[in-house]
């Protein structure tokens, strides 16, 4: 009776102490779930790596060489929501999907038109700006340029890789790709190409009176578009910046950072 006893008690020992280590397992299998997650990843590296090109009002560099603008700045704001540092990394936006994927960045955070093909190579947020595309012309030269037909026949500079490019393709125009847009719309100033093909926020922000360019101004939109912001695929930082993009929309510091670089007019409520 007594071995039957302590056969009985030995067995519930060995189950209790397999419960307790499918427990553990369970327990680290969830740990390591977690250490695998983006946000996890770069609160381990301290800093959220965000890559942009030259692009005004979004990104661009003031006079001491910090990079500000609406993007600029409310990804520094993320960053700290995150409790880490921000780093901003100029990317070629041919490569920012396998910028991306190779973690040499964490976010394309650049005024990036939300296409289908950015939405099935990324995790993006929700939009938070109203675009178009649109075409930059001299001034003197824009009574000449109202409308998609008479656009056709201009050669235009375009951002490798960008809708302006895709606008370019689809009047099939001539164009030639450079670097960013704000070559494209000197190349425009310099009289090497007729005309580029811009984001309006851009072409607002840049040309006209008491802008940079001047003797510029854009006329034929040629698109409607959203803003967004892409994550490697996957990535639960999107899911955490739309949540810091409601609540910034809720407490007025989105709508006052739009208003500081003078495009309120295209926020999209969040």
């Known amino acids: 009776m007594k071995k039957l006893v302590c056969l009985a008690l030995s067995l519930a020992l060995l189950l209790a ?3 307790c280590g499918s427990s553990s397992a369970s327990s680290g299998a969830g740990a390591a779930a977690s250490s695998d997650s983006d946000s996890a990843y770069v609160k381990s590296n301290g800093k959220l790596i965000v890559g942009i090109t030259e692009f ?17 700045d409310m990804a520094a704001a993320f960053a700290k929501s995150l409790g880490v540092d921000v780093e901003f990394q100029v990317i070629d936006w041919d490569n920012k999907v396998f910028e991306l994927d190779g973690k040499t960045i964490d976010c394309v955070w650049n005024g990036m038109t939300l296409t289908d093909e950015v939405k099935s190579a990324m995790a ?3 939009p938070y700006f109203d675009n178009a595309q649109v075409v930059v012309v001299p001034a ?14 201009l050669n235009f500079a375009v951002e490798s ?22 070559t494209a719309l000197m190349e425009v100033a310099t009289g ?19 802008t ?4 510029l101004t854009y006329t034929v939109s040629l698109n409607s578009e959203n803003y967004g912001v892409g994550f490697r695929k996957g990535s639960d930082l999107a899911g955490a ?18 208003e500081k670089y003078g495009i309120a007019d295209a926020l999209i409520a969040q």
């Open 17 to 19: 102490l397999g419960a």
């Open 56 to 72: 005004e009002p979004m990104d661009f560099q003031d006079a001491s060489g910090n990079w500000v603008g609406f993007d600029a």
């Open 124 to 126: 993006c947020s929700n």
């Open 140 to 153: 003197a030269k824009a009574a000449d340029y109202q409308d998609k037909d008479a656009v056709k026949s």
């Open 161 to 182: 890789g960008s809708s302006g490019q895709a606008e370019a393709e689809a009047l099939g125009a001539g164009f030639t790709e450079v670097g960013d847009q704000a």
């Open 192 to 210: 090497s190409a007729d005309a580029a093909i811009i984001d309006i926020l851009m072409a607002m922000a840049m040309t006209g009176e008491g």
């Open 212 to 215: 940079s360019y001047a003797d």
């Open 241 to 258: 910046l739309n949540d810091f993009f409601k609540s910034s929309y809720a407490d007025g510091s989105l709508q006052a950072c739009a």
